[in-house]
């Protein structure tokens, strides 16, 4: 169920100058082969590569495979989900520079530079349940009422949650989650 009761909590998620470096490296070499769309279109799937395999990302962060292993995996993976040329360069070069670890971050830096060009922020909502059609639109109006920009949402489903959904906005985090404010009563009720 969505509310209007948001709590920030949190700083924004990417933490480090690489990853906003190598993504404003990709955008401006998918700008000058004039494939900014199909590259965006080749991250989404790969980010959906990293999201959906806990093995993936232990390989991407293990340092005992020999980069040259590494990077010809990695390659091989952008090529399976069909990515441009220009992405499986990106991404075996980047593996090459001891970041592919670094993927999600990048991707995540990719999306939020190209939102800002268009106008847009990117929301990463994660919920308890999926949220229909109505749910999303709702929340995505009180976000674009809310930052006077218009909000592209990424939702993704985390049972541990256990109800309700956190929102993440740029800086901002919006935790509207079960599983927080029971925690919080917990920590009440401990300190009474």
Do not use: C, W
Not at 88 to 93: D, E, I, N, P, R
Not at 139 to 161: F, H, M, R, Y
């Amino acid at each position: 169920m969505l509310t209007d009761d948001f709590y920030v909590t949190s700083e924004d998620v990417i933490t480090g100058e690489a990853p906003t470096r190598y993504a404003k490296a990709l955008i401006e070499l998918a700008d000058d082969a004039k494939s900014l769309v199909r590259v965006e279109k080749d991250l989404k799937s790969i980010a959906a590569a990293f999201a959906d395999s806990d093995e993936l990302r232990r390989f991407a962060v293990n340092p005992v495979y020999a980069t040259e292993d590494k990077v010809a995996a990695m390659t091989a993976i952008a090529k399976s989900v069909k990515a441009s040329v220009l992405t499986q360069q990106f991404v075996g070069t980047v593996t090459a520079n001891h970041r592919a670890g670094d993927l999600p971050m990048i991707i995540a830096a990719f999306n939020d530079m190209v939102a800002r060009r268009r106008g847009s922020q990117i929301a990463k909502v994660t919920s308890a349940s999926k949220l229909t059609a109505a749910q999303l639109t709702q929340l995505k109006s009180k976000l674009n009422a809310e930052t006077g920009q218009t909000v592209d949402i990424e939702a993704s489903v985390d049972p541990d949650l256990l109800g309700g959904f956190v929102v993440k906005l740029g800086s901002r985090l919006y935790d509207a989650s079960l599983k927080t404010k029971l925690e919080d009563l917990r920590l009440a009720l401990k300190t009474a």
